[in-house]
Structures are given as C-alpha cells and as structure tokens.
C-alpha cells in the first residue's frame, strides 16, 4: 500500500495537474510573517505563491472576509495574477452596523467595490460574492440575530452580479438556517441571476451533503473537512461533479491526530513541501509547521481520493472541470 501511494503522488508531479485551491486567505498576517500579532520573519507571500504554482496549482481564489479584506484580496488578485471574493464573513457582520454611514453604506460600499471590478475597465478579479453565510460556532465576534440579519442583502448581491456564492456555515443549526436563507431568497429560480455556488470547508453530515447538493450547490473540502472518521464518509458522499478542493489556507492543515493522517502520501512525497518547525526558524524555500499553503492542495486530493477509492488523476480532472464549470464559464477549458 505505501509503495502504491508513493506512487500516486508522483505520478501526480510528473504528469502536471492542474488544481485549483478555491479558498486561500492571502491576506492573513501570517504570511506577511505576523503570528498572533508579533513579527517573526519577513513577508514570503510572493514565494508562497509561486509554491503553488510550481505544484500546478493553476488557479487561486483569495478569500474576501469583510469590505477591507475585500479591497485587499482584490489587489493580491490584480497583483500575482489571480482572482477573489468579495463579501462579509458571518463573523465580521457585527461591523456592518457600526461602518461610518451606517449599513446601507457598507453595503453600498461592497457593492461598488464588485461592480468597479466588473464593470468596463475593470479587472474582472472578483468572480464570487462571499465569503457571506452563518456561523454559531463563534457568536462572539457576531451575534445570531446580527448574522441573520445581514445575510439577505449579502445574497441579494450575488443575484445582482450574476456571480457564484461562496458560503460558509458552522454547525449543523446554522446549516438549517442557511438554507431556509436561501430559499427565502428564492435560489433555485435560474431566470433571476443565480449562478451557482459553493458551502466551503464543509464539516457536516451526509444528510447535510444531500440536502446542498439537492439544491444544486457544490460542496468544497479542506483538512477541517477530513478531521474525522465520520467527516471521511460525509464526503464520500459528494457527487463527484459537486466536488470542490481547498485549502483554506493558512488554516485546515492536516495533522497526526486526525483521520485524515492515514491517508495523506509518506513524508519524502513531492506533495509536501520544505517547512520550519517555528515561524521563527523560517528560511527562504520553506513553509512553516501548521500554516497551511496553496502548494499543499495536492495533499487534500491525495486525501479525498483514497477516502474515495479512486485514482487521483480521475479525481483532479473531475475536480478542475467542476472549478472551471462554476467560477470561471468564460475561459476555455
């Protein structure tokens, strides 16, 4: 079985997959060097990024969490060659209310970042209104009521853009609520400007992939998707043509402790990288111990694929087609 597996990540390397990591958070401290809030190396950004792009890791999409990370997804966006999102992660709502000028020019604000990007001239990097949805996990940063709330108007832009959703629930109660958000804002109806869409990092139950698959969603994994035993036969059961990568990076790495960890290539595979043991270690060509990269994709799929049974060359390609499908129609395949 180890010569097997060894052999699959090769065979990954050689043949140069493409992948997509369809959740990266690009703006997060940590790769400006920054962990919890003391500097302990220099900015490896851009070696972050060409990282992934050596792994074939062909397109990135950098998550937008709030209007000022938006703003600053974009320009990593425009900067490297990549795209982004753009919204107001449920646990940043709480800012909606206390923006200078009120909600309705927070709002007003997101829109007219997505729509300057969109419009003529425009550099056409924001292909995804989000990261937008519902969060009970961590209702300190924002209440429930406040999440709820916002999310309509959140919604409504997608359907203004004509973009694909990009959506994050937590906890199965939220997961319930989302839906009923959806429905309450009459997705489903693909005359009104719906165009698709995805629930990130996906921890629910099997029951929960059906019910988001029924409603024509996609459904993206990442290590907190891989976690458990019971995680590993949720995501079993995602349709291949529903299946998303990510790695929601700097978070959601894979470790020892979590089922995932059986399945993940032997240590000397090309689908790992080079990384420090303390940030304050770092060297140039390296990673660093529990920050999670772009260039580390490959893990995931290596991951999804044995939980599956299948070949990851099967796999990448249905995974790529599917990416391609939902955020970027336009281009050739």
């Not at 007003?108 to 209104?129: C, M, P, Y």
């Not at 519902?134 to 919604?155: C, F, G, I, N």
């Not at 990442?222 to 299946?243: F, H, Q, W, Y």
Request: with cysteine.
């Amino acid at each position: 079985m180890l010569a097997a597996t060894r052999s699959l990540a090769y065979r990954l390397v050689d043949r140069s997959m493409k992948f997509a990591d369809i959740a990266v958070n690009l703006t997060d401290p940590q790769f400006e060097g920054t962990y919890h809030g003391r500097q302990k190396h220099s900015s490896d950004l851009e070696a972050v990024v060409s990282r992934a792009k050596g792994k074939g890791v062909e397109r990135i999409l950098i998550t937008g969490t709030s209007l000022e990370e938006s703003r600053r997804a974009l320009d990593l966006a425009r900067r490297f060659d990549l795209h982004s999102t753009a919204g107001c992660h449920p646990t940043s709502t709480s800012e909606i209310d206390s923006y200078p000028g009120g909600t309705e020019r927070y709002l007003a604000d997101l829109r007219r970042l997505i729509a300057e990007d969109r419009g003529e001239g425009g550099s056409k990097r924001v292909i995804s209104v989000g990261e937008i949805g519902l969060d009970y996990d961590r209702l300190h940063h924002s209440p429930r009521e406040t999440q709820l709330k916002h999310l309509p108007a959140l919604l409504a832009m997608a359907k203004e853009f004509q973009l694909p959703i990009f959506l994050h629930s937590r906890t199965s109660e939220s997961h319930g609520d989302l839906v009923a958000a959806l429905k309450g804002a009459g997705w489903g109806d693909r005359g009104a400007g719906w165009k698709g869409g995805v629930v990130h990092s996906f921890t629910g139950t099997k029951a929960e992939v059906q019910e988001l698959v029924d409603m024509g969603l996609h459904v993206g994994v990442n290590g907190c998707s891989l976690k458990t035993e019971e995680n590993l036969e949720a995501v079993k059961t995602i349709p291949l043509d529903r299946l998303l990568l990510e790695t929601d990076s700097p978070w959601c790495s894979c470790t020892s402790t979590q089922a995932s960890h059986a399945h993940l290539p032997p240590p000397d595979s090309p689908l790992h990288i080079p990384k420090v043991s303390k940030p304050q270690g770092w060297k140039p060509d390296h990673g660093v111990k529990g920050r999670m990269e772009p260039a580390e994709i490959g893990l995931i799929a290596h991951v999804v694929a044995r939980t599956r049974g299948m070949a990851m060359e099967e796999l990448a390609a249905a995974v790529w087609a599917n990416t391609m499908r939902l955020f970027y129609p336009q281009e050739k395949k």
